[in-house]
């Protein structure tokens, strides 16, 4: 059995942990931004499937989820804990293209990959929140009202006009993705 050429994943944080289920924005970007062929996975970090569809969550609370998972990522139980799992989603296609949301970009670093899965995954990172750029091609996207993002990265690749919370829904935002993923279509 072969498989998949290419994967699309989210690597965000969980706004309510335990609930791995994308919401209505995010599944609507991550169905805009796959290419034709590609298999797109409709669960986010660490890509469980089964889960109880997506329930809102309060700004206030999500807020606070995230910030406990960022913090819980710098962790060295954390890498324990997911490298395999990310290990094992980066095995079941030739290459994975994660979409990191905020602190995605932090949880992805703290995976610690090894090389040889460096070589099989592409990060698009938009409102990024990391202490540095992921050692894999990437692409940063940063609004110019995202004052959270610009605390912790100004070296970016692109800048829209966005706050932190309205990438998705920001017109540039998926053309910026299909452009940084077809080159990953041509090389099949």
Known sequence: MSIPSLQVAFITGRSMPGNLALSPEQQAFLEQVTPPGALPVYANFPWESGQAGWQPTGLLRASLNNAREYLNARKPEFTRRYQPVAQALLESAE?????????????????????????????????????????????????????????????????????????????ELVPLCRNFIAPLICQE
């Open 95 to 171: 290459h994975t293209v994660l979409l990191a949301g905020s602190c995605g970009l932090a949880l992805f670093n703290q995976l610690a990959l090894p090389p040889p899965f460096l070589g099989r995954v592409s990060v698009f990172a938009w409102g990024p929140v990391a202490h540095q750029r992921p050692d894999c091609r990437h692409l940063l996207v940063q609004g110019r009202q995202d004052l959270i993002s610009r605390l912790w990265l100004r070296d970016v690749d692109a800048c829209i006009r966005s706050g932190h919370m309205g990438y998705l829904s920001h017109p």
